[in-house]
């Protein structure tokens, strides 16, 4: 069973993927929202496909480790995917993965355009690998 990461944005939700036997993650897509429901399908589609048993969300948290605006929808986001989708879902403290994210595809010389097409499934895999580093026993 793989689990899936979610990077939840106003624009777009990065999905991220565990390999089957659960040691890395890699980003997989960004879906883009706008069409109601579109995304929900979307995300469905990919959960039977995959055969995902687990759900982490990205909880975007302040540095002083308080829950802002931005935190709270990312939780509203969490507990419809929950409910929608049928699978267990965790949070995870996503500070600076969008950033760590940038930087990195900055380090590989990678254009304006590239980056914003893949940044947020690069996220997604690096909450998803945080996730899994913590709670993986190996």
């Not at 995300?43 to 687990?54: A, D, K, T, W």
């Not at 990678?110 to 893949?118: N, P, T, W």
């Not at 690096?126 to 899994?132: H, K, N, P, S």
């Given at each position: 069973m793989r689990w899936m990461g979610l990077d939840y944005g106003d624009k777009t939700?990065?999905?991220?993927l565990s390999d089957e036997l659960g040691f890395t993650a890699q980003g997989l897509e960004?879906?883009?929202?706008g069409k109601p429901g579109r995304d929900w399908?979307?995300?469905?589609?990919?959960?039977?496909?995959?055969?995902?048993?687990?759900?982490?969300?990205?909880l975007p948290k302040n540095m002083n480790n308080t829950i802002g605006p931005r935190g709270e929808?990312?939780?509203?986001?969490?507990?419809?995917?929950?409910?929608?989708?049928?699978?267990?879902?965790?949070?995870?403290?996503?500070?600076?993965?969008?950033?760590?994210?940038?930087?990195?595809?900055?380090?590989a010389d990678?254009?304006?355009?590239?980056?914003?097409?893949?940044v947020d499934k690069m996220a997604a895999a690096?909450?998803?690998?945080?996730?899994?580093d913590a709670n993986m026993k190996r």
């Open positions: 939700i990065g999905v991220a960004v879906i883009q929202r399908q979307r995300l469905e589609e990919l959960v039977g496909q995959y055969g995902v048993s687990l759900i982490v969300v990205g929808l990312c939780i509203a986001f969490a507990e419809e995917v929950k409910q929608k989708l049928n699978v267990p879902v965790h949070m995870w403290d996503e500070r600076l993965t969008t950033a760590a994210a940038t930087r990195t595809l900055l380090e990678m254009s304006r355009k590239k980056r914003k097409a893949v690096l909450i998803l690998q945080g996730y899994m």
